[in-house]
Nanobody, 115 residues
């Protein structure tokens, strides 16, 4: 079955950096479009960035210029490098796979940015 396991969350001060990872299994990772979403306290889950099977990327306006999404197909892993973090980046970050039939989610990893 599909499994998505995030890691790398934590607490950091504003202006700092964090790197998240998502390890996928149970599906053909290299052919899959993957994404990072986040959910801030009291808010709806929102797209942060996605990456296609060929490596094309798309970012939310809030993430452009600060976050970088990437993937290592040999390791079935997706990454999110987050720089210049702001308090409003605080939330639970989720790994997402949409295979065109249904969506799959990881358990999430908490990122807390203090001012």
């Amino acid at each position: 079955q599909v499994q998505l396991v995030e890691s790398g969350g934590g607490s950091v001060q504003a202006g700092g950096s964090l790197s998240l990872s998502c390890a996928g299994s149970g599906f053909i990772f290299k052919f899959s479009t993957m994404a990072w979403y986040r959910q801030a306290p009291g808010k709806q889950r929102e797209l942060v960035a996605n990456i296609g099977s060929g490596g094309s990327t798309n970012y939310a306006s809030s993430a452009k210029g600060r976050f970088t999404i990437s993937r290592d197909n040999a390791k079935n892993t997706m990454f999110l490098q987050m720089n210049s973090l702001k308090p409003e980046d605080t939330g639970v970050y989720y790994c997402n796979l949409n295979n065109g039939i249904r969506e799959f989610w990881g358990q999430g990893t908490l990122v807390t940015v203090s001012s």
